[in-house]
């Protein structure tokens, strides 16, 4: 039996994470030290805050259920391309935790201008996707991966298409 290569358990994510986890740090404390002050808005203070925290609580359940309930590594190790549980509703829910984790963390500041990096962080993995593990997954897995991106967002959770 011809046994097919498979992903790096862990691709290119470590690299993405550590990058978006010290640009968040970084945003916050030019916050904290008063150097983004124009971007505060007290009316969003709130509203922000809520926000922040439904999103690190998300990004938190999607981490989880990404490594431990659908057993990512395993699944890699095994060469199956995971499409249920928390990979129905988001190609890359690793990442996309990190994304939730750290955009909530910036919306807690209540500042405008940390709103940037979202933007920034989601760029930054569409494109790292678009030119790594996409292409290795549609060369690893063909038709089955091309049918699971048509019905699956990359980053962003969403209900899959029918």
């Not at 709130?46 to 659908?70: D, K, T």
């Not at 984790?101 to 962080?121: A, D």
Request: hydrophobic letters at 50%; aromatic letters at 12%.
């Amino acid at each position: 039996m011809d046994e097919k290569k498979h992903l790096p358990i862990y691709g290119v994510g470590p690299m993405y994470s550590i990058s978006i986890v010290i640009l968040t740090i970084l945003g916050e404390f030019l916050s904290i030290i008063g150097k983004l002050d124009t971007g505060k808005i007290d009316i969003l203070r709130i509203p922000f805050f809520i926000i922040g925290i439904i999103l690190i609580i998300l990004g938190a359940v999607f981490w989880v259920r990404a490594n431990f309930e659908s057993r990512i590594g395993e699944n890699i190790r095994r060469n199956n391309l995971v499409q249920t549980g928390v990979y129905a509703y988001v190609r890359n829910p690793v990442y996309s935790a990190f994304l939730m984790i750290c955009s909530g963390v910036l919306l807690l500041e209540g500042n405008l201008w940390l709103l940037i990096l979202p933007i920034i962080f989601w760029l930054c993995l569409t494109i790292l996707m678009k030119n790594t593990e996409e292409k290795w997954l549609a060369a690893l897995y063909g038709e089955e991966y091309s049918n699971y991106c048509k019905r699956v967002n990359r980053c962003i959770p969403w209900p899959p298409k029918k």
